[in-house]
C-alpha cells in the first residue's frame, strides 16, 4: 500500500472576481479518475484506475476494490462494492451490517448518526445499533431518499406515493416527522430546508411552508450541513440562496462536467474527462432588505442595501428601474432609501443593488438579484379597492358557500389570511386555476402587513 496518494497535486487554478460578478472560486484538481462521490468532512471516495482513494488524508484505503457507492458516517467511510460492505476510516474493513441486508448495496445516505442502506429495492436504515427496515402506510420506502435539516435536526427526506416525508431518529428507529403532498422528481437538503424540483419548479420546504424560487430547473445538488444549492437551469448552472425569505441567485458559467455532489463546505464537486473540480459558490455581495420579491408598495416604505463585503465594496447603488435612488445610513448602520409610490409611476418596478471594486487593478462591478415590485395605482392596498375583487375573480366561486373554509367577507379573510397565503404561495390555491403570480401574492401580504385596511 502507498502512503500518499498525489491526488491535489495536479493544477489548481482560482477565479476570484471575474468580470460581472464575483461567479465561483474554481478549483481544478486531478485527473484519471473514474468515479467520485463527496464525503464529510471535507472529504471524498475516488475511484482511480489503482484504486480506491480518500482525499482527506492523502492515503489510499484499499487499492483493490472499485466502490459502488459511498457515504460517510461518523467521520468513516463506508463503501458498498458489488458483493460487500465496507466500512473505516484508513482502511477498509467488511463492515457486519453487510451479511443482515437481503442484497448487496445500491445506495447509501447518511442523516445524522443514522446510516440509510437502499438493499434490494428497498431503504434499511442503522441507527441506535439497530438495523431497521421502515415501512410507511404498510409499505417499505423504495422511492428517493436524502439527508436534510428540519429546525436544525437531522433528518431523510423521502418520496413517497403522493408526497414527501420527514424521518428524524428516535429509540425506536426513525419516525415520520413531517409529511407534505408535494410531489418532487428531484430533492436535496441544506441548512435551509429542502430544496425540491417539481414539473421544473424549485421550491423550497423552510420546516414550516414551501416557497417558490426558480422555473426551468433541471438539476439541483445541496449538503445538508452547507447553505444554499447548486442548480442547473435553461440559463446554466448558478448557486442560489435562501436569505431573509427571498432567493438570492448567482450564475455560475465556470461550472461544467459531471455533478457529484457537494461537500460539507457547500463546493459543488464535478468530474469530466480533465479531472475532479470543486467549486465554492461567491457569497452574494449586496441584499436588499424591506423589500420582497412581488411585494406592492402602497405606502412609502424604508428599503434597505447590505452589502457582504463592505471593506473591499467601493460604491454602493440602489437602482429602481435603471435610475439611482438617493442613499442615506439608518440608524443600524446600513444604507437606507425611502421608497414612495407615489413618485413612481402606478404598476411594475424593479430594484438592483450595484457595488463596485477593484481587483488587481481592474474595477469590476456586481448587481444583485433584482427584485421586482408593483406602486399601486392610488392610497394603500385595501379590501375594498384590491382584496375583494381578488376575491371575487379568483376564489369566491367556491369560498362564498360549499367548501369547508368559508372566505366571503373581509373578517373570514383576516382571520384566515396566514392560512390563505399558505395555499397561494405553495400553489395549492386557486383550486384548478393558474396560480396566483407574484404581485397578486404581493397584494395580499402587503394588506396583511398594513393591518387590513
Ligand atoms: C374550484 C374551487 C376552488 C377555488 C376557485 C378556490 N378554492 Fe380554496 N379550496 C377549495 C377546496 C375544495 C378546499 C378544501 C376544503 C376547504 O378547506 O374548504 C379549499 C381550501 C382552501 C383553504 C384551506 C386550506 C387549508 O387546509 O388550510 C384556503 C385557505 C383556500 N382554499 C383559499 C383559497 C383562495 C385564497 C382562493 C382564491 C385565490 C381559493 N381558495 C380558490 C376549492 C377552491
Redesign the pocket.
Known amino acids: 500500500m502507498r502512503s500518499s496518494y498525489p491526488i491535489l497535486a495536479a493544477s489548481i487554478a482560482c477565479t476570484g472576481g471575474t468580470p460581472g460578478g464575483p461567479g465561483v472560486e474554481v478549483r481544478e484538481e486531478a485527473t484519471g479518475i473514474q468515479a467520485l462521490r463527496p464525503l464529510d468532512p471535507d472529504d471524498a471516495v475516488v475511484t482511480t484506475p489503482e484504486g480506491l482513494v480518500s482525499l482527506r488524508a492523502d492515503t489510499m484505503l484499499d487499492p483493490t476494490v472499485a466502490p459502488v457507492v459511498a457515504a460517510a458516517r461518523h467521520f468513516q467511510a463506508v463503501v458498498a462494492t458489488e458483493g460487500e460492505l465496507l466500512a473505516g476510516d484508513g482502511g477498509l474493513l467488511p463492515s457486519p451490517l453487510g451479511p443482515e441486508l437481503p442484497g448487496p448495496v445500491t445506495e447509501l445516505v447518511s442523516a445524522g448518526t443514522a446510516l440509510w442502506l437502499r438493499s434490494d429495492g428497498s431503504w434499511w436504515v442503522h441507527t441506535q445499533n439497530h438495523l431497521f427496515h421502515p415501512m410507511v402506510d404498510g409499505s417499505p420506502l423504495g422511492g428517493a431518499l436524502t439527508a436534510g435539516h428540519l429546525d436544525g435536526v437531522p433528518v431523510a427526506w423521502a418520496t413517497v406515493p403522493g408526497g414527501l416525508l420527514a424521518l428524524a431518529d428516535s429509540a425506536d428507529g426513525p419516525v415520520v416527522v413531517v409529511r407534505t403532498d408535494v410531489t418532487a422528481e428531484a430533492l436535496a437538503g441544506s441548512t435551509e430546508g429542502l430544496w425540491a424540483v417539481a414539473d421544473g419548479r424549485l421550491e423550497l420546504f423552510d420546516g414550516a411552508s414551501w416557497h417558490r424560487v426558480a422555473r426551468d430547473v433541471t438539476a439541483v445538488a445541496a449538503h445538508p450541513d452547507a447553505p444554499g444549492a447548486w442548480i442547473a437551469t435553461a440559463d446554466g448552472p448558478a448557486h442560489v440562496r435562501w436569505i431573509e425569505g427571498r432567493a438570492e441567485t448567482v450564475p455560475a458559467p465556470e461550472v461544467s462536467g459531471d455533478w457529484r455532489g457537494c461537500d460539507v463546505g457547500g463546493r459543488l464537486w464535478t468530474l469530466d474527462a480533465s479531472g475532479v473540480a470543486r467549486r465554492a459558490a461567491a457569497v452574494p455581495v449586496a441584499l436588499i432588505s424591506g423589500l420582497a420579491d412581488g411585494a406592492v408598495l402602497g405606502a412609502p416604505t424604508t428599503v434597505r442595501v447590505d452589502v457582504s463585503h463592505p471593506r473591499v465594496v467601493e460604491s454602493v447603488e440602489l437602482l429602481v428601474d435603471g435610475r439611482a435612488v438617493a442613499l442615506g445610513i439608518d440608524s443600524t448602520g446600513l444604507r437606507a432609501a425611502l421608497l414612495d409610490p407615489s413618485a413612481l409611476e402606478a404598476g411594475e418596478h424593479e430594484a438592483v443593488v450595484r457595488a463596485t471594486w477593484t481587483s488587481d487593478g481592474e474595477p469590476l462591478a456586481f448587481e444583485g438579484t433584482p427584485v421586482r415590485f408593483t406602486a399601486a395605482a392610488s392610497g394603500p392596498i385595501t379590501w375594498l379597492d384590491n382584496v375583494e375583487p ?2 371575487r375573480a ?6 362564498d358557500n360549499g ?5 366571503a367577507d373581509r373578517d373570514a ?1 383576516v382571520a ?1 389570511v396566514d ?2 397565503l ?3 404561495e405553495a400553489a ?6 393558474d396560480p ?1 403570480d407574484e404581485a397578486t401574492i404581493g397584494v ?1 401580504r402587503t394588506w396583511r402587513d398594513t393591518d387590513f385596511p
Not at 379568483?394 to 369560498?399: L, Y
Open positions: 381578488l376575491h379568483r376564489c369566491a366561486i367556491c369560498h367548501t369547508e373554509t368559508i372566505l379573510w384566515n392560512r390563505i399558505t395555499e397561494v395549492r390555491m386557486p383550486l384548478g386555476g396566483l395580499i
